[in-house]
């Protein structure tokens, strides 16, 4: 019998999940920004500027910006290495590389664009200060894969960072379940004509391991020291881990 994994609420093989990850993110990529952008109110780019504060990354830095997408967080770790460091942008999927690529060029900036898959990043061992992943790590497969990868490429004293929907608080609980199964499917529908991309999202939160959990997940991979620190109640959460 073939391996299978969760694709949002539905089990399937787990080749067909990458295959359908690729669809969704193929699909949104030209709206992926401005939907954003609607559905979190502007606040993910808050979020992001966190996760680059709590990096710990100073100039001359070496940054791997894991499925980076539309470049948001690229573009911030580049502000804070400078001329002196660099930041590669990686994506599995090439619309929305392409998009985060081409950002970076309206801006006058040139960084290294590599497709690859988080699973198996095609960077030499102890590469990098930091390596980070934003709002990708749940549509990974094999996530303990990834966070191996994360690992392995990072030097010793070097930082893990993973930002990601996670579990809110209980209070909340049902708002935001409510905001999440109707409200971004037809804002998905409405802005960027896809409603069942985004049903997928919300599912793929639901399906997404808890603070705790995750935390266990880095440490297996051998990450040490590693902590979380909530967004909005849970909404988000940071989770941090260094290699010694």
């Not at 898959?117 to 749940?138: H, Q, S, T, W």
């Not at 990072?154 to 199964?181: H, M, N």
Request: some cysteine; glycine content about 10%.
């Amino acid at each position: 019998m073939s391996e299978t994994t969760d694709f949002g609420f539905e089990r399937v093989a787990a080749e067909e999940k990458a295959r359908r990850v690729r669809g969704v993110f193929e699909s949104v990529a030209i709206k992926y920004d401005l939907m954003n952008d609607l559905m979190s109110m502007g606040l993910h780019r808050v979020w992001k500027r966190f996760a680059v504060a709590a990096s710990g990354v100073r100039a001359g830095g070496e940054v791997l910006d894991v499925a980076g997408g539309t470049a948001d967080l690229t573009r911030l770790f580049a502000n804070r290495v400078g001329p002196t460091g660099g930041v590669i942008l990686t994506d599995i999927n090439a619309a929305m590389l392409g998009a985060g690529r081409d950002r970076m060029l309206d801006e006058g900036r040139v960084v290294p664009a590599v497709q690859c898959d988080a699973e198996a990043l095609p960077f030499p061992a102890r590469r990098f200060d930091c390596v980070c992943i934003g709002f990708g790590l749940r549509n990974v497969t094999h996530k303990e894969l990834a966070l191996a990868e994360m690992r392995r490429v990072l030097r010793p004293g070097g930082v893990a960072l993973i930002l990601e929907f996670s579990k809110v608080a209980q209070p909340f609980e049902a708002v935001y379940d409510w905001y999440c199964f109707h409200v971004l499917p037809r804002l998905g529908k409405l802005v960027a004509g896809d409603e069942a991309s985004y049903r997928y999202l919300a599912e793929s939160i639901r399906m997404h391991p808890d603070q705790s959990t995750l935390r266990v997940m880095m440490e297996k991979a051998g990450f040490e020291r590693v902590e979380w620190f909530n967004l909005m109640s849970g909404v988000v959460a940071l989770h941090r881990g260094y290699v010694f």
